[in-house]
C-alpha cells in the first residue's frame, strides 16, 4: 500500500538552529510531493510542493525541501528557525491516477526553545 | 475570497446522535475533499467530489457516514448514529481543476466529541 512515513515524532529545536523534518514515501512512479504545516486551531498551511524539475524546492517563510528519488525521501529544511515555527508538520504525497486523495504522513510536532 | 470554511467548529453530541458538517470551498474550486484527522495522526482521505459528483470513498467512509455535494457548491458530511470513534477532527479541502499536483487548500476543521 502507498505510504507516507514521517519517522521523527516530536522534534525540539532551539531558536536560530537549523532544522530538518524527515519525510520517506513508499516506492512507486514520482508522485507529487507536498509539506503542509499545521498550527493550534488553524488549518493545513502548504508549504511547498514538488512536481518535476529542480529537486530543491523553495517553500513560503523561509522553508526549503529536497527530492531524492534514489532515497524515497522529500525532507523539509529551514537553516534558522523561529519561535514562530513551532507546530506540526505532514508530508503528503498524490500518485495520480485515479486517485484523488493526498496521503499524509503522520506528522511531526516541532517545538522551538528559546 | 475568504478561503475554505467550515461550520460549525467544534461539535459535542451524544452516542447515537446525528450530525451533519458543512463545508464551503473556495468558489472557483471544482474538486472538494473530506479527510479525518484523529490526535497523533495525519489526516485520512474520506472521500472527494468534482462538481457535485463523488467520485471516490474510502474504506474509512462507512454506511453511517454520507456526504452530497449538490449543484457542484458547498458539500454536507453527516454521520448517523455517532459512536465514540468517530471522535476526531473533520477537514474539508477544495482544489481547481482535474491535473495531477494541484493544491488543496484546506479550511480549519470540524472538531467532533462523541460522549
Known amino acids: 500500500a502507498q505510504s507516507v512515513t514521517q519517522p521523527d515524532i516530536h522534534i525540539t529545536v532551539s531558536e536560530g538552529a537549523s532544522l530538518e523534518l524527515r519525510c520517506n514515501y513508499s516506492y512507486g512512479a514520482t508522485p507529487y510531493l507536498f509539506w503542509y504545516v499545521q498550527s493550534p486551531g488553524q488549518g493545513l498551511q502548504l508549504l511547498l510542493k514538488?512536481?518535476?524539475?529542480?529537486?530543491l524546492v523553495q517553500g513560503i517563510k523561509g522553508f526549503e525541501a529536497e527530492f531524492k528519488r534514489s532515497q524515497s525521501s522529500f525532507n523539509l529544511r529551514k537553516p534558522s528557525v523561529h519561535w514562530s515555527d513551532a507546530a506540526e508538520y505532514f508530508c503528503?504525497?498524490?500518485?495520480?491516477?485515479?486517485?484523488?486523495?493526498?496521503?499524509f504522513g503522520k506528522g511531526t510536532k516541532l517545538s522551538v526553545k528559546p | 475570497d475568504t478561503g475554505v470554511s467550515q461550520d460549525p467548529r467544534h461539535k459535542i453530541t451524544k452516542r447515537g446522535q446525528n450530525v451533519t458538517f458543512r463545508c464551503d470551498p473556495i468558489s472557483e474550486h471544482n474538486r472538494l475533499y473530506w479527510y479525518r484527522q484523529t490526535l497523533g495522526q495525519g489526516p485520512e482521505f474520506l472521500t472527494y467530489f468534482q462538481n457535485e459528483a463523488q467520485l471516490e470513498k474510502s474504506r474509512l467512509l462507512s454506511d453511517r457516514f454520507s456526504a452530497e455535494r449538490p449543484k457542484g457548491s458547498f458539500s454536507t458530511l453527516e454521520i448517523q448514529r455517532t459512536e465514540q470513534g468517530d471522535s476526531a477532527m473533520y477537514l474539508c479541502a477544495s482544489s481547481f481543476g482535474t491535473s495531477p499536483g494541484y493544491e488543496q487548500f484546506f479550511g480549519p476543521g470540524t472538531r467532533l466529541t462523541v460522549l
Open positions: 514538488y512536481f518535476s524539475g529542480d529537486t
Open positions: 503528503a504525497v498524490f500518485y495520480g491516477g485515479s486517485q484523488g486523495n493526498l496521503i
